[in-house]
């Protein structure tokens, strides 16, 4: 009985044993998939600041605490499921519908450019003066600025998620580890880019306490803190360019690689050639040159690709839409 006894544990240690390894394994590759998403993260937390520019500071956080909890829900209740079965059933399907994200983020990006340089009527009140916000509008454009975030949310996160599950597929053939490396890349990334834009947006507020004598009171703390609260609004501002300029390059990049799946490499491969030549010219920082020049010309084409959405989705999309909500 005791020689049984003992076997059993032997069995028990065993096992744990494996189950350490497989786990051990599965964080190593959930790192490595968190690095070649890197650049997508990068995009990510530079397009969600725009979200909460122009809002009350006591709203900043709890706008982004939503926002982060609708990424989480995108990541975990939907892309993650709907990748694993692509990958098992369909994998065919995968690239289309990243193309499909991908002209969405262009026609975003395309669209917020516009708005930019020319208002559109339609936001306006009387005369094309903006009507002054009361408490029940407020909480309309609230929730309209948070559903919008997490909906341009979903299209990088399922970048991130397709570029996690490709490199995840390659190293192992297991279900459960390729769940719970893409369930780990996902909190993981989710938290480091909605932590990121918490201080972000919390840097003017800092710079305020330190400017009144917080941390001491001591002269360099308190010119600090006047810088940040001088410099956060216009990093705000050029933040908010960046991230629309992210939604084009992103967007972009996507239906470049998307059209290199399909057997159309043209485009792609002279992105890559140029940016070679630029990154040989310069080998200094070829690196930082090439990937420049890769993201400009995937944003020129993700503008141009916007440009020709909009007429479309305002004419066509957008009515046939009111149309079936009516």
Known sequence: MSTGL???LDDVVGLAKVAAASLDDAAAQAGRASVKAAGIVVDDAAVTPRYVVGFAADRELP???RIAAGSLKNKLLYL???ALLLSMV???AITPLLMIGGAFLCYEGAEKAYEALWPHAEHHGPGGVLPEPGQQDAQRLEDEKVAGAIKTDLILSAEIMAITLSTVAAETSSFWNQALILAVVGTGITLVVYGAVALIVKADDLGVWLAQGGAGGSGPTRGL???LVFGMPYFLKVLSAVGTAAMLWVGGG???HGLEEFGVPAIGHAIHNVAAAAGHAVPAVGGLVEWFVTAAASGVIGLALGALL???VHNVTLPVLAKLRG
């Open 6 to 8: 003992i076997a059993l």
């Open 63 to 65: 706008i982004i605490a």
């Open 90 to 92: 369909a994998p065919w």
């Open 310 to 312: 909009i007429p479309l």
């Open 254 to 256: 996507i239906i470049v």
């Open 80 to 82: 993650l499921p709907a």
């Open 225 to 227: 803190g006047r810088a």
